[in-house]
Nanobody, 121 residues
Framework: VQLQASGGGLVQAGGSLRLSCAASGNILSINIMGWYRQPPGKQRELVATITSGGSTNYVDSVKGRFTVSRDNAKKTVYLQMTSLTPEDTAVYYC????????????????WGQGTQVTVSS
């Protein structure tokens, strides 16, 4: 199983970006998908999560500005980010709880490779 994130970049304050993360492999189902971020010199923190049924959860600092969504058929999670501020600058990681098949059926948590988001003032 692999998670491939894309969509990061450099944007001015007040701008928008959309991140995508596609899961691939022998996937049977995906429960929770989400986004985390790690600002420079800080620990990784939760940004937003979404269940297979569409229930969402956000860290307070992004509520009203970020929207997490997913396309279950495409095994992809998105993060639409608006009204970006320099405080949103971080490496953004996608995460997913995946039930998959290898030699056996198993469930595990997977991380994407991270995509850099830089917001200039």
């Amino acid at each position: 199983v692999q998670l491939q994130a894309s969509g990061g970049g450099l944007v001015q304050a007040g701008g928008s970006l959309r991140l995508s993360c596609a899961a691939s492999g022998n996937i049977l189902s995906i429960n929770i998908m989400g986004w985390y971020r790690q600002p420079p010199g800080k620990q990784r923190e939760l940004v937003a999560t979404i269940t297979s049924g569409g229930s969402t959860n956000y860290v307070d600092s992004v509520k009203g500005r970020f929207t997490v969504s997913r396309d279950n058929a495409k095994k992809t999670v998105y993060l639409q980010m608006t009204s970006l501020t320099p405080e949103d600058t971080a490496v953004y990681y996608c995460n997913a709880d995946v039930r998959y098949r290898s030699s056996i059926y198993a469930t595990a948590n997977f991380w994407g490779q991270g995509t850099q988001v830089t917001v200039s003032s």
